[in-house]
């Protein structure tokens, strides 16, 4: 395929002037000028989340006091349902609280529970951390093997006939998989990889932490299983905010372990005896973090107003933009693009291998642009198109090209 050619900030400029999105900006807080390339890391606050907390504060928790809780009690599954139908999960099937960690661990049980015959389970070979931890203390408890699915090339996503020989012999209960890799933002092909795993009769348990509000996702039509993810960063919910947590209803027998009474039915009759709730509040273990349920509740509204198809047209676009700049202006240079090059197969950041990436980020931050290292070699550029500019990608390109050539 011939080079595109290179995009001149001119060219970034005419984007932004044209992008339907653009209008979104305004509605955080604090970006004024700067460059923040880390909405997969942390979005900014959008400010309707600022006052919606500052309400709740103020008149919920202050002054409503525990008749707050007639408004709070379903949270979980009221934003659960709305982070659903952005998703493309049917009703009952989400619910958003605790972290991502512990969504991990709940449903990587859950899972195991309806293969009590699995000797094995699978995990994409570098994922982050925390899910590699969960993975392999599941596995200790159960004494299950750990398999390594190993990924397409090295930066690639997880791939279907990768999955399909992890799993050839039947051992693996559940496979452990980001959708889009948090390195290098490779993106895997859900319904492939989910329909691998079931011939081997195994289920997939999807972290979406790099997807879900990134790219469209259509979880029911997919054929996922379960799946968990964060909404700090692309749903803007602010730090520390409540994970999702999604079961498919044909998967509402596979319970996850923690019996808590948020998941008991006729929660305040105050039985002594654990009877769970029949459908996704079984996903629910304690009191739920209500101010973070409520920032989350914001942001997907924002995503809702901005419209997904927006949201992915303007989320193509950027990275399409940002990969012919450094395409052009840094593989001369010595830079590797690690995001695959197929629009199908990344999510919302490009990852640009250097063995100076620290020091690049670190020149981009001298020159306000923020984004981030990851070790040894790998600079994030993140495109969240509600709030990052067609010129913020253009200039830490740039910013990159210039520090390179001095
Ligand atoms: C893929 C992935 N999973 C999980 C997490 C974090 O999980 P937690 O919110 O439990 O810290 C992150 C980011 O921190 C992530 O990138
Ligand atoms: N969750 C984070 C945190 O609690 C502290 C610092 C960074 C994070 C992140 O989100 C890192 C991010 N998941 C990543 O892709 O590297």
């Not at 389970?121 to 159960?142: C, I, L, M, S």
């Not at 081997?200 to 993810?229: E, I, N, R």
């Not at 044909?250 to 105050?270: E, N």
């Not at 273990?285 to 809702?304: F, R, S």
Request: net charge negative.
């Amino acid at each position: 395929m011939p080079a595109a050619p290179a995009p001149t900030r001119a060219d970034a400029e005419a984007l932004d002037r044209a992008d339907p999105l653009a209008r979104f900006r305004d509605r955080f807080v604090g970006l004024d000028g700067s460059a923040y390339l880390m909405g997969n890391s942390l979005g900014p606050l959008p400010a309707a989340t600022e006052d919606r907390l500052a309400a709740f504060t103020r008149e919920g928790w202050g002054g409503r006091r525990v008749e707050g809780w007639e408004e709070w009690l379903d949270l979980p599954t009221r934003v659960g349902d709305r982070v659903g139908r952005l998703v493309g999960a049917g009703p009952g099937q989400v619910v958003v609280g605790d972290s991502t960690t512990v969504q991990l661990h709940k449903l990587l049980h859950a899972g195991l529970s309806g293969r009590p015959d699995a000797r094995a389970v699978a995990v994409a070979d570098d994922e982050f951390p925390t899910d590699r931890y969960v993975v392999d203390g599941v596995a200790a408890d159960r004494d299950l093997e750990v398999r390594v699915v190993p990924l397409d090339g090295c930066d690639g996503p997880v791939a279907a006939d990768a999955v399909a020989r992890t799993c050839a012999d039947g051992a693996v209960g559940v496979v452990v998989a980001s959708l889009v890799r948090y390195r290098t933002g490779a993106r895997a092909d859900m319904a492939a990889v989910s329909a691998a795993a079931h011939a081997a009769g195994a289920l997939v348990l999807w972290d979406l932490s790099h997807a879900v509000g990134a790219v469209p996702l259509a979880l029911d039509a997919d054929g996922a299983d379960l799946a968990v993810g964060c909404t700090y960063k692309y749903l803007n919910a602010g730090p520390g905010a409540p994970a999702l947590a999604y079961r498919a209803r044909r998967h509402a027998h596979l319970h996850q372990p923690i019996h808590g009474w948020f998941g008991q039915v006729d929660q305040f009759a105050m039985d002594a005896t654990y009877a769970p709730q029949p459908d996704a509040r079984q996903l629910l273990v304690g009191t739920p973090p209500v101010a973070g349920l409520l920032a989350v509740d914001e942001g997907v509204a924002l995503h809702e107003e901005a419209g997904v198809d927006a949201l992915a047209e303007v989320g193509r676009a950027q990275m399409r933009m940002v990969w012919d700049a450094a395409t052009a202006a840094l593989l001369p240079l010595g830079v590797a693009l690690a995001t695959p090059a197929d629009p199908a197969r990344r999510g919302q950041h490009l990852a640009l291998r250097h063995p100076d990436a620290r020091a690049l980020v670190d020149a981009l931050a001298d020159d306000g642009v923020v984004a981030d290292h990851r070790a040894p070699d790998i600079v994030r550029l993140a495109a969240a198109p509600l709030h990052t500019r067609f010129v913020d990608l253009w200039d830490a390109v740039e910013g990159i090209r210039r520090h390179l050539a001095a």
